[in-house]
């Protein structure tokens, strides 16, 4: 059953927090958040205030650049009802980390506690907080989905994805193997190890081939990157799509590393 919203305006407002990688280099995936966001019945607001969640901070071990992104954030957003990020990971940063970055702080705790309590990834909002049960376009196509690792571990993200796919006529779904292990990206892992990252992109893109799927979903653009990357260069058909840009029909622009004479097909 979907949660109960808390009491707010008929049309809650909903702050989007963009991504640093969007942002920067799928812009796509954002208006496609809005659009799914104001189909759910709530008002889209984007702060301009938004930066990065201060995540590769984090992982690095600079706390205080963290922390500072992270008092700009919460600032930023103060306003909204409800924080949505179309990436896993840093909903999961947003949510799960904001909160011990600050353990013990006082009023820096208290705020980043308030702050976590309105954030959610993109599509469990949709799910699992506004009900949503089916989306208005339709995709003609066998998909993949792969799990990212900060969606499925930390925020619980699994049927909500497959759920809203499933309602979509023309989608046919078809499970890989391994949807549930990492692809390899990790942030600055695939950096510090590259040789292992390699190894685990390699197998997953073989759990891709094995599919039969013409196009692999995520909720993750870091994720997606990664894929598409290695698909590419294998020379594989295959194409990578961040899942808001199916689910909203917004499908003008190619998949990642596709050329723009490649996209699928879609009905509104």
């Given at each position: 059953?979907?949660?109960?919203?808390?009491?707010?305006?008929?049309?809650?407002?909903?702050?989007?927090?963009?991504?640093?990688?969007?942002?920067?280099?799928?812009?796509?995936?954002?208006?496609?958040?809005?659009?799914?966001?104001?189909?759910?019945?709530?008002n889209v607001e984007v702060p301009t205030g938004q930066t990065c969640?201060?995540?590769?901070?984090?992982?690095?071990g600079d706390r205080a650049t963290a922390k500072a992104l992270a008092?700009?954030?919460?600032?930023?957003?103060?306003?909204?009802?409800?924080?949505?990020?179309?990436?896993?990971?840093?909903?999961?940063?947003?949510?799960?980390?904001?909160?011990?970055?600050?353990?013990?702080?006082?009023?820096?705790?208290?705020?980043?506690?308030?702050?976590?309590?309105?954030?959610?990834?993109?599509?469990?909002?949709?799910?699992?907080?506004?009900?949503?049960?089916?989306?208005?376009?339709?995709?003609?196509?066998?998909?993949?989905?792969h799990d990212s690792c900060s969606g499925l571990r930390e925020l619980?993200?699994?049927?909500?994805?497959?759920?809203?796919?499933?309602?979509?006529?023309?989608?046919?779904?078809?499970?890989?193997?391994?949807?549930?292990?990492?692809?390899?990206?990790?942030?600055?892992?695939?950096?510090?190890?590259?040789?292992?990252?390699?190894?685990?992109?390699?197998?997953?893109?073989?759990?891709?081939?094995?599919?039969?799927?013409?196009?692999?979903?995520?909720?993750?653009?870091?994720?997606?990157?990664?894929?598409?990357?290695?698909?590419?260069?294998?020379?594989?058909?295959?194409?990578?799509?961040?899942?808001?840009?199916?689910?909203?029909?917004?499908?003008?622009?190619?998949?990642?590393?596709?050329?723009?004479?490649?996209?699928?097909?879609?009905?509104?």
């Open positions: 059953m979907p949660s109960s919203p808390p009491s707010h305006p008929v049309r809650p407002r909903v702050g989007l927090f963009v991504t640093c990688l969007v942002d920067l280099l799928r812009p796509s995936i954002g208006f496609a958040a809005a659009t799914l966001i104001e189909q759910s019945g709530c969640c201060g995540q590769p901070a984090y992982n690095s008092r700009q954030t919460i600032k930023a957003f103060s306003a909204v009802d409800y924080v949505v990020a179309p990436s896993g990971s840093c909903a999961g940063m947003l949510k799960s980390h904001y909160p011990r970055l600050f353990a013990g702080e006082g009023e820096d705790e208290a705020a980043a506690l308030a702050f976590a309590g309105k954030v959610h990834e993109l599509v469990s909002f949709l799910v699992d907080v506004r009900g949503m049960a089916s989306v208005e376009s339709s995709f003609a196509g066998r998909v993949t989905y619980g993200i699994k049927d909500q994805p497959r759920k809203l796919l499933g309602t979509m006529p023309g989608v046919e779904i078809a499970e890989m193997a391994e949807a549930e292990i990492c692809c390899g990206f990790g942030g600055t892992f695939s950096i510090k190890y590259p040789d292992i990252s390699r190894a685990m992109v390699d197998k997953k893109c073989a759990s891709i081939a094995e599919s039969g799927a013409s196009l692999v979903l995520a909720g993750d653009l870091g994720c997606l990157m990664n894929m598409a990357g290695r698909l590419a260069r294998d020379g594989s058909p295959v194409r990578c799509r961040h899942i808001a840009e199916v689910l909203a029909g917004e499908l003008d622009d190619p998949p990642i590393t596709a050329s723009a004479t490649s996209g699928a097909s879609v009905t509104r």
